[in-house]
């Protein structure tokens, strides 16, 4: 098929898989209608598509463009008063059943329209964009009930509208029990299973479904008949999973052969063996155990060792991660969770592309593949990680485009 732009010169990390240690290769990329039809040598790919625009790279570093495949970027208002509080020594969980946390974004969420979460999201975003991103997931989960649920989505799907960077949407609905749901957390979860999940699938408006497994949200056995049912949808589970504790919530994910079980800080053997044998990914989240100071980092060499893939994410919500880097999440996950800089890479591309469900779309470069590429002035893969505050994004290419 001919291509109808080149792109040449770029030295090239394509993230296949037998990538450690990461060695850029010389590589011209041939892309038609925004996905890559050839990869190879300058000369010959230009002989097959003469009339192609050429766009070169001037030997600049090329990555598949990065994924953050886990935020909650779509929110009402900040919660930095509550940071302060946790630094004086109140924890997360006592804020939270005290009225804060994520209860008290429900709120602030509530008060703001469709139009108004998706502008209050887009600064959020462009930080994420500014450092090469080209896909992004989103939870709903600060709507809580269906109606706001239901926009929060629509808002997160309207980013895709107003930037050139591609959505993936994730509806968590057990996020928080809703203060005074009467029935308490088991009718809040039948409600969900029978008529929120449902309304959901049929709006078309989620990708996939995830739930927050945790002490101060929903224990395990709450969850499976959610998770369960969202399969029985069509739709792709994942879960946050053993953060503050371990609940078996890696078990529970792996029992749904979720896409990818989140946090893990706290996950045991047998759920690690269980993620491996599902083929989850476990997707690490340093940017909250910096913020919440945690001192129990996930076990990244059981991890390894039941060869369950790594990727990383930023995590972006306004309680335990107020972060719009997913550099800076690289090198955390570098900094605090010892992973390598392939494996930071691969995190953020690879790995995180599928988190989501798209790797057969995206996160390497490869024939068939969107062509989503970000564009470095660095010499080397380890300066994109371990450095913090750089800007070394030289160009976003999202299908075949300069953006
Ligand atoms: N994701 C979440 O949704 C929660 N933690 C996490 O990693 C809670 C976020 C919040 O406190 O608002
Ligand atoms: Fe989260």
Redesign the pocket.
């Known amino acids: 098929m001919s291509a109808d732009r080149i792109f040449v010169g770029g030295r090239v990390l394509r993230l296949l898989g037998d990538s450690s240690p990461l060695r850029p290769q010389s590589l011209a990329i041939a892309a038609r209608d925004g996905r890559i039809v050839a990869l190879g040598e300058e000369g010959e790919l230009r002989r097959t598509a003469p009339q192609a625009e050429v766009v070169n790279l001037d030997g600049r570093l090329v990555t598949p463009g990065l994924i953050d495949c886990h935020t909650?970027i779509i929110y009402g208002s900040h919660r930095a008063d509550e940071a302060e509080r946790r630094l004086a020594g109140e924890t997360y969980q006592a804020i939270a059943r005290g009225g804060g946390?994520?209860l008290r974004?429900v709120a602030s969420t509530a008060a703001l329209d469709e139009t108004q979460l998706l502008r209050a999201a887009l600064p959020r975003v462009d930080a994420l964009l500014a450092e090469g991103v080209t896909t992004l997931e989103i939870k709903s989960?600060y709507g809580l009930t269906l109606a706001p649920e239901l926009t929060v989505l629509r808002a997160a799907r309207a980013v895709a509208t107003r930037r050139a960077v591609s959505v993936s949407t994730t509806y968590l609905g057990a996020?928080a029990l809703p203060p005074d749901f009467p029935g308490g957390a088991d009718a809040f979860i039948e409600r969900l299973c029978s008529v929120d999940l449902p309304a959901v699938a049929a709006s078309g408006l989620a990708d996939a479904v995830d739930a927050?497994c945790e002490g101060i949200a929903f224990p395990p056995e709450r969850l499976a008949p959610l998770l369960e049912r969202a399969r029985a949808l069509g739709l792709p589970v994942k879960l946050?999973a053993d953060?503050f504790s371990d609940l078996q919530g890696a078990a529970l994910a792996a029992r749904y052969g979720a896409l990818s079980a989140d946090?893990l800080e706290y996950a045991d053997a047998a759920g690690i063996a269980a993620l491996g044998r599902a083929g989850s990914v476990a997707v690490l989240?340093p940017g909250?155990y910096y913020f919440l100071r945690e001192r129990h980092p996930p076990p990244v060499q059981a991890l390894r060792a039941a060869r369950v893939p790594m990727a990383i994410a930023t995590?972006c919500?306004?309680?335990?991660?107020p972060l719009t880097s997913i550099l800076a999440a690289m090198n955390l996950g570098a900094v605090l969770f010892d992973l390598t800089t392939a494996e930071c890479l691969a995190g953020v591309t690879r790995e995180a592309a599928r988190a989501l469900g798209l790797l057969a779309d995206r996160g390497t470069l490869e024939v068939g593949k969107w062509c989503d590429m970000a564009v470095w002035n660095v010499e080397s893969p380890a300066e994109l990680v371990h450095a913090l505050g750089a800007r070394p994004l030289h160009q976003r290419i999202w299908r075949a485009r300069s953006v």
Do not use: R, V
């Not at 919500?317 to 991660?321: C, K, L, Q, R, V």
């Open positions: 909650h946390g994520i974004t989960g996020h927050y946050h953060q946090h989240l909250a995590d919500n306004p309680g335990t991660s």
